[in-house]
């Protein structure tokens, strides 16, 4: 068994390179600038000798130029997240604009030169970007100003009449125009190239404004692919979109008459186009690309941009890590002395505190995974050194390559455990199976296979002749399973026989582990239902239903945890554990029970003959240990002893590191002499025994320790790596990255990945043989993490699936200075030159972290109230909060502050600021939707928003229901639903409806079943719920719970499990299981859920403060009610039974 370290690791190295990756052009006059290895570089028009503009210790990104020419304006992250900055065009030092931290590119410049426009979340209250506006800053500094367009990603100002003829540039953002003029919005999307021929509910909008009067029209509605990035370019509107297979650009009138093919690329996507209005550049599969406005249309005028390249590639040098933090995968040698441990992705063997770590295999390029020892000292691992997985096998010193290489079974191996005795390996796969090796030879056999799902937990006996495993009967129970080897010609081959399931499971029986004198088999079982009762609702869970569990080998063995017979003065004693296979029984007792001498320290491992095991009647020896049920995670057998480790229950939304149960964990030890448990170690992870069963390793985080087995742990909190203390070392593992060769590896594998896993066969149709080609041959050109990144995301986006993501990872290193926030909107007045308080969030003012600190008792800040300093730094015009705030978030800090009525009377407060507002911003527009449906229906119908379908979307539905579940009506609002698992536990509850009341004499009548709605259901649904979102529009329609009202829904129902990371802690997603309905079938995937009632939200309605769909919703739910009264109920007649005369 080995122990697994989910913490992410880090990564370097240069070569000549012809070409770079060359990504986000802008173009004014003959100048082009544009992104390659994170950096800003320049180029002319017609192509030539690229010049580096900066040298960032950040990604720079989105650089828009100038109307003059003499600026660039960029996004960064050079003091923690992405802000606008500006620089000159000549290169020079970067002047910091915003103080956001949330910004997600920038859209351009006004017309004037005078302002940057930039798209940013900072005031958002949904996840993913759904609600990002475009705001304005000055190119001097100072505010920032929201555009009144509602929720946009980008926005394109028709050129002025007395500018069109001869304008070498196109205007792209203001709405502050001396001259009125047209302005296209585009909505929804920046990029339609990682999810291609997509055509859910949010595909691209395009929004005109012909006239530059505020009436906003949709144009090209029905247009069958992406619209996105839309520019007014000579009178036309020109985007990006796949209608006809590939990402091209084309063009229409303003009206969205006569479509247009501008570009002709048949491979890759055409993105982030960008125009001065006599030009357009764009990128095409790492190229540059220009199109002369103002040639004839065809596919000649289309010219790539040749570029003389030249770099350090100082992003791609080597750089080198310790083990300490890196480390994967680690495996404790069957003796005890050392381990053999994988850190990204390379193979190493080192002794516990003495001696040097060895690397073993290939140095760079190729990932090393799963390595375990075999019983003569060698390594098997799994490798991918030529392309595909092998199985690979090392004798312990320095080598390049393996003394053999085998091939592997089908699908990708999961897990894989090693004979304590015999050279077999045992391997479960990704295709449901269970199959053996003999590691000399390669030979192989399937052992089992399951049909519902994978393989878990398999163990080996200690004489190597079993095999012990759990495998599910069916999607809800899990037993356990025991194959006899038939171990031939002394381990050469074996002959097995069919499986033997050798429990009843009530719920799940999982891990299952030996006694290693061969008498039990230990696992771990969920089937303890004692029901807890909740606090909120009348509900019960079973938080704590697993216990560990034993079954007896031999059916003459006793149980261990029953007291013998004794008179008087003699201490209890349980009983002797019965002697080992080999030994002579003795005398029987009277019930017919052998009770031999037990073992007084653990067997040599030669001496194991092999196990006898009964299998006749073996399902009714299960013995349940006298211990609470809880979470536990492991069962370890020790002679004599058994270790188990348990772990706390936990709120779903309480902080916690990365993997809930990293420095979490119990470890207790069950002694039989005793006949009880102690606590052994506290902040266990994961644990193993050596095969002699003298030495333990357990994990605690990312550091390991090796003590003697069944040994209470030293408790002098001394954590220096030591034989005493048991703590290794790890940074003696010293890890080199080359680069290039690891982005090939991580390349190669998502690939693979998405082969082994996408959940149709055929991919859906798409060659993936053709695609790996068409995107590998651009490895070569990239030069930094994201430009990885970038290729992975558009590769994978082929596919035309959801779910297929990328993020994670070793990138560059940026300090991070996160703003603090003060919960309010502040505006800078001119005429009393000081910051205004226009609006403070209260929230929810009870909870630490759900209100503006400015709502704290004692604070005394109202609106419109004066901001006058913070930290004791005076502000001004060009000095923003933001920029005082900056690396305060979280902390307390002095503000200084006046009354809007006394303006001269200054006075200090202390608060503690917060590190995000949306929580806050959250709470206050749920709670401004309530207060509006409440007074529209004069507190009949009640509101409740759902923002994701896990955690917090589930405390959300049950903090709303709860509360209005007595209304005539509700309106459940998953408008910007960010997806989840948790629908069908909110579904149950939204069908569950009156049976009846239960009346009391005195109160009020309580409906029967309890917290059941009596009254109307309605939905509210739009393009940006997804996913388990999706699913739950779906089936609220499906189920007739009521009208959905809004726009037609994201369209993404393909689920994910995250379980893969690459070797520098990137995960990627694959596709695995798609949703399928008995009324749409598998419709909902790339189309999304279409409402009862659409309402579109356009822009107008936003520059109006209006929700046109929640108020569609409450005329929908106003009519209903009228139609279908909710009556009171009346209780009369009661009952009477007098007594009889």
């Not at 247009?260 to 690329?265: A, G, H, K, L």
């Not at 540059?288 to 791609?316: F, G, H, M, Y």
């Not at 609470?628 to 706390?648: A, C, D, I, K, M």
Request: hydrophobic share 35%; net charge negative; glycine share 8%.
């Amino acid at each position: 068994m080995s122990t697994k370290n989910t913490t992410p690791a880090k990564t370097t190295n240069s070569s000549a390179l012809a070409q770079g990756y060359f990504r986000q052009p802008d173009v004014q006059g003959e100048r082009v600038v544009f992104q390659s290895e994170d950096d800003l570089w320049e180029v002319p028009l017609v192509g030539g000798t690229a010049r580096r503009l900066t040298n960032s210790r950040s990604e720079t990104r989105s650089p828009r130029i100038s109307p003059d020419g003499a600026w660039i304006a960029l996004c960064a992250m050079e003091e923690g997240d992405h802000d606008v900055y500006l620089m000159p065009t000549s290169g020079g030092e970067m002047q910091r604009l915003t103080w956001l931290n949330s910004v997600i590119h920038v859209v351009g410049w006004s017309p004037d030169g005078q302002d940057v426009q930039f798209v940013s979340v900072h005031e958002s209250i949904h996840h993913r970007g759904a609600d990002a506006w475009i705001y304005r800053v000055s190119s001097a500094g100072g505010p920032v100003e929201c555009l009144p367009y509602g929720p946009a990603m980008t926005v394109s100002y028709q050129e002025p009449k007395q500018k069109a003829e001869g304008s070498n540039r196109q205007p792209t953002a203001d709405n502050r125009q001396p001259t009125k003029s047209g302005l296209v919005l585009g909505r929804n999307s920046l990029a339609n190239s990682r999810w291609k021929r997509y055509a859910g509910g949010m595909v691209g909008e395009l929004w005109i404004d012909a006239k530059g009067s505020g009436a906003f029209q949709r144009i090209l509605k029905d247009l069958p692919g992406n619209p996105v990035r839309p520019q007014w370019i000579c009178n036309r509107i020109w985007f990006v979109s796949d209608h006809e297979g590939i990402g091209n650009l084309y063009s229409c009138n303003p009206d969205g008459s006569d479509l247009q093919p501008e570009s002709f690329q048949q491979e890759y996507y055409v993105r982030e186009p960008a125009s001065d209005g006599r030009h357009v550049v764009f990128h095409v599969g790492g190229d540059l690309w220009r199109i002369d406005v103002q040639q004839p249309r065809s596919p000649k005028r289309e010219q790539r941009i040749n570029i003389q390249w030249a770099t350090q590639r100082s992003r791609v040098q080597r750089r080198f890590f310790f083990g300490d933090h890196y480390w994967e995968d680690i495996d404790l040698h069957p003796d005890g002395h050392g381990v053999a441990l994988t850190a990204r992705g390379k193979l190493f063997g080192m002794p516990l505190w003495e001696l040097a770590a060895t690397q073993l295999g290939v140095r760079d390029g190729v990932r090393y995974r799963l390595q375990r020892w075999l019983p003569d000292s060698r390594v098997a691992v799994i490798s991918d050194a030529k392309g595909q997985e092998r199985l690979e096998v090392f004798a312990l010193e320095p080598t390049l390559e393996p003394a053999a290489r085998f091939r592997l079974p089908p699908g990708r191996v999961q897990d894989l455990v090693v004979s304590p005795r015999h050279p077999h390996l045992v391997m479960t796969t990704s295709r449901m199976e269970l199959w053996w090796m003999n590691a000399n030879t390669g030979r192989l056999r399937r052992l089992d296979h399951s049909t519902v799902s994978e393989i878990d937990d398999p163990a080996f006996s200690p004489d190597g002749h079993w095999l012990a495993y759990s495998k599910n009967l069916s999607v809800e129970l899990q037993a356990i399973f025991l194959i006899d080897l038939g171990v031939q010609k002394e381990g050469k081959a074996i002959r097995p026989h069919s499986p033997v399931q050798v429990s009843d499971p009530v719920r799940y029986d999982f891990t299952p582990s030996w006694d290693p004198e061969g008498h039990w088999l230990y696992f771990l079982s969920s089937r303890t239902y004692n029901p807890i009762w909740d606090t909120v609702q009348t509900a019960t869970t079973f938080s704590r239903s697993i216990k560990p569990y034993l079954i007896t080998l031999q059916k003459d063995t006793p149980n261990p945890f029953l007291e013998l017979p004794r008179p008087p003065g003699i201490k209890d004693e349980p009983p002797p554990t019965p002697a080992a296979p080999d030994s002579k029984p003795e005398e029987p007792d009277p019930q017919g029970a052998k009770f031999p001498k037990k073992s007084a320290a653990p067997p040599d491992p030669p001496s194991i003959p092999q196990i006898p095991i009964d299998l006749e009647g073996i399902k009714n020896r299960v013995v349940e240990f006298p211990v609470p049920e809880s979470l536990y995670e492991q069962v370890v057998g020790l002679p004599n002893r058994v270790l188990f480790t348990e772990y706390p229950i936990r709120g779903a939304m309480d902080e916690a590191p990365d993997n809930p149960n990293q420095e979490e964990g119990l470890l207790w030890v069950w002694d039989f002499e005793k006949g009880e448990r102690e606590t052994l170690a506290q902040d266990v992870g994961t644990l193993q025994v050596s095969v002699s069963g003298r030495t333990l390793l357990y994990t605690s985080g990312t550091r390991v320790r090796v003590l003697e087995a069944g040994v209470a742990v030293p408790e002098d909190g001394d954590e220096t790596p030591s034989r005493r203390t048991g703590w290794l070392d790890l940074s003696r593992v010293r890890i080199s990255i080359n680069y290039p060769q690891e982005w090939a590896q991580m390349f190669r594998e998502t690939w693979r990945l998405q082969q082994e896993f996408f959940w149709t066969e055929d991919m859906s149709g798409v060659d993936w043989q053709r695609v790996f080609k068409r995107y590998e041959k651009l490895l070569p050109r990239i030069s930094s993490r994201s430009e990885l990144s970038d290729l992975i995301w558009e590769m994978q986006g082929e596919l035309g699936t959801s779910h297929a993501y990328e993020y994670g990872g070793d990138y560059p290193f940026s300090p991070r200075y996160p703003v603090g926030w003060l919960g309010a909107d502040l505006e800078y007045d001119s005429e009393r030159t000081a910051w205004i308080f226009q609006r403070i969030y209260a929230g929810d003012l009870w909870c630490r972290n759900g209100h503006s600190p400015l709502a704290e008792p004692g604070v005394l800040v109202q609106q419109g109230d004066l901001l006058l300093e913070v930290a004791g730094m005076p502000l001004d015009a060009q000095t923003t909060p933001g920029e005082l705030l900056v690396n305060q978030a979280g902390e307390q800090i002095i503000l200084t502050v006046a009354s809007q009525d006394a303006p001269d009377k200054r006075r200090h407060l202390v608060v503690r600021t917060l590190a995000s507002e949306r929580n806050t911003r959250y709470r206050e527009w749920v709670q401004a939707n309530a207060k509006f449906v409440s007074e529209a229906t004069s507190g009949r119908v009640g509101y409740l928003h759902i923002p994701d379908m896990a955690e917090l979307g589930i405390a959300e539905f049950h903090r709303g229901y709860l509360a209005q579940v007595g209304r005539d009506g509700l309106i459940i609002d998953v408008r910007y639903n960010a997806g989840g698992m948790v629908s069908p536990l909110i579904l149950e509850k939204l069908m569950h409806r009156h049976l009846g009341y239960d009346v009391p004499r005195w109160g009020t009548p309580e409906s029967y079943p309890y917290h059941t709605l009596r009254g109307h259901l309605l939905a509210l649904t739009n393009q940006f719920a997804g996913s388990d979102g999706d699913m739950f529009t779906a089936s609220f329609r499906e189920l007739g719970l009521g009208p959905v009202v809004g726009k037609r829904t994201w369209g993404g129902v393909i689920g994910i499990d995250s379980r893969y990371q690459l070797v520098d802690g990137t995960t990627t997603t694959q596709p695995q299981y798609s949703i399928w309905f008995h009324h749409a079938g598998w419709s909902v995937e790339n189309y999304g859920v279409d409402p009862d009632i659409e309402v579109e939200d356009s822009p107008q309605s936003y520059q109006e403060g209006r929700d046109l769909q929640l108020e569609r919703a409450v005329e929908v739910m106003l009519k209903r009610l009228e139609d279908e009264p909710i009556t009171p109920m009346r209780f009369d007649q009661p009952p009477r039974r007098p007594l009889p005369k």
